[in-house]
């Protein structure tokens, strides 16, 4: 991708509602004839400036609600780092989850052009629609950017063996997710489970009441989450480790990516969730991942399982598991069990592993 594609503006921008607004109103400078004087005190990425005060100017409740939101704050990596060690740890200075969330994770934090501008940082960068602001952004050049090796990449049929079929019926994120999902809902958002999610029964919820499907009519509501049944492979990551690089980033490798199913019991029911089986993918974290940064082993790694429930983004309706009764009954092999755990894997799986396989 060449230069002239990631920053050409397009000439239809100037007669956009942004474009009217000129240059130097947003990205400062001088509007003279002399590059050198033009470009003086020029801000590159002007949203990202004072937490979006520049858009807010226009779009002040967006981006009053949007200073809290997890895309930006990033805070739901830094609870979870914080859950292997103890509180804080990620703003003690020197400690190795500082450095790893100050030097990688925070990389995935957004502005508000991130998404409606520009392609994420810990992308390509860049503009994705030539200047051309996206009321919608597009989905394969700014969630894909960050959510590709999951969500996102699922969802397009990128990662895996199926494309959602929501993806197939031309529909966006936002045709699922909220806007608040994104901007935030003003609250201080710890954990992606602090905004107002989607749920399959938001457009599907009479499929238990009203029903010819005779799957829908003999499993229980509550027995499982939609995508046990109508969920595909999706990626599983294992061994990450952290790296420092000579310009003081820290990389994650991740030593291993398999495209597997794996069903499990879900070992905290919530109203949210009260599914006695989830569907699983796990998590690249080992107990030495940091060991490079001087973090030899973490001391909670137990305490946190490292296969984790997921809503998988690649849903179908007619799946291995569920074409056939047998497809998923007496399927030992889509069933997490003890022989799937790996020597380094976290003793809390186990209050996941499925003993008794569904007859």
């Not at 003279?32 to 990202?48: F, Q, R």
């Not at 001087?294 to 997921?310: A, C, H, R, T, V």
Request: glycine share 10%; charged share 20%; net charge negative.
């Amino acid at each position: 991708m060449g230069a002239s594609e990631l920053f050409y503006v397009n000439p239809e921008y100037v007669e956009t509602v942004h474009g009217k607004l000129g240059c130097i109103t947003c990205h400062g400078g001088e509007n003279v004839n002399v590059k050198a004087e033009a470009h003086a005190g020029l801000i590159v990425h002007p949203s990202a400036a004072d937490s979006g005060a520049l858009c807010g100017l226009c779009h002040g409740e967006i981006a009053d609600t949007f200073k809290t939101s997890i895309h930006h704050t990033i805070q739901g990596m830094r609870v979870g780092l914080e859950d292997f060690a103890h509180p804080g740890a990620t703003t003690e200075e020197g400690n190795p989850l500082q450095l790893a969330f100050d030097n990688n994770c925070y990389k995935c934090h957004s502005d508000c052009g991130t998404c409606h501008v520009s392609r994420p940082k810990a992308y390509t960068g860049g503009l994705h629609s030539e200047h051309m602001f996206a009321e919608v952004p597009p989905t394969e050049e700014t969630c894909y950017g960050c959510h590709g090796a999951r969500s996102a990449g699922e969802y397009m049929g990128l990662v895996g063996y199926a494309t959602d079929l929501h993806f197939e019926a031309g529909m966006d994120c936002i045709d699922c997710h909220d806007a608040n999902n994104f901007h935030g809902s003003g609250e201080e958002e710890i954990r992606k489970h602090d905004a107002d999610l989607p749920s399959c029964s938001d457009c599907h919820g009479n499929v238990y009441e009203e029903t010819d499907i005779e799957a829908h009519k003999v499993h229980p509501q509550d027995l499982m989450n939609c995508q046990v049944c109508h969920g595909s492979a999706n990626n599983n990551c294992f061994n990450c480790h952290t790296v420092p690089e000579e310009d003081g980033t820290i990389a994650g490798i991740v030593g291993e990516s398999r495209i597997m199913f794996k069903i499990g019991l879900n070992p905290q029911p919530t109203e949210e969730r009260p599914y006695k089986y989830i569907s699983l993918r796990h998590m690249p974290t080992a107990p030495d991942t940091f060991k490079e940064l001087g973090l030899d082993e973490l001391p909670n790694y137990d305490d946190y399982p490292n296969w984790k429930y997921s809503p998988m983004h690649n849903v179908q309706r007619l799946t291995m598991q569920n074409e056939t009764c047998d497809g998923c009954h007496g399927n030992e092999f889509i069933f997490l069990r003890e022989s799937d755990l790996r020597e380094n894997d976290s003793k809390a799986n186990l209050n996941l592993v499925v003993k008794d396989i569904p007859q």
